[in-house]
């Protein structure tokens, strides 16, 4: 596989970025359609990984994200290069609007078209989510862990961090102990 050239990247996080409404979660199927399904710079495999720990440490998760791929693909500069590209045209947007928006506060039209934006980045956000559970529940235990999870966020109000260091600990005791039936039955 040929290395990615900076600029090539840095367009296609700034352009990620600069059409994505919604936020990080909102980036997550068009970062993957980019690199996995277009380029083929990740696999399917190798983007959920970067995805599942990028939740799981503190930050914007399009920013860790692109700071994950970035890295994989060109090191630390490709890492930075990302990172600044996809929070670029948020940054320049959100400058050039702030006074436009308070100047707009109250106008019908404004607030339509928001909760016109509102609807698609949750479809956006669910069918992300759809994606990587079809990839991410593979047999009957990560089923369990997924219904456990909900269930803890619904119904026991748990934070998600609190889940996700659960579900990770969980994972290597489970790990663990599959380990130590595989090597008692080599013996």
Do not use: C
């Amino acid at each position: 596989m040929e290395k990615i050239k900076l600029i090539k990247l840095f367009s296609t996080f700034m352009r990620i970025g600069g059409f994505t409404f919604g936020g990080g979660y909102a980036m997550i199927p068009l970062i993957e359609k980019e690199l996995v399904e277009q380029k083929g710079l990740l696999t399917e495999e190798e983007f959920i990984d970067i995805i599942a720990v990028v939740q799981g440490i503190p930050g914007v998760i399009a920013v860790n994200s692109s700071l994950f791929i970035g890295y994989k693909l060109r090191g630390v500069l490709g890492a930075l290069t990302s990172a600044l590209a996809i929070s670029l045209p948020s940054i320049l947007i959100i400058l050039s609007i702030a006074q436009l928006l308070l100047n707009l506060q109250g106008n019908q039209w404004v607030e339509a078209l928001f909760k016109g934006v509102r609807s698609a980045v949750v479809v956006l956000i669910f069918w992300a989510g759809y994606k990587m559970s079809k990839k991410a529940i593979i047999n009957y235990s990560s089923f369990l862990y997924t219904l456990g999870m909900i269930l803890g966020i619904l119904f026991f109000k748990l934070h998600p961090i609190l889940l996700i260091g659960l579900a990770g600990i969980i994972g290597m005791i489970t790990s663990i102990y599959k380990t130590k039936e595989y090597n008692d039955d080599i013996d």
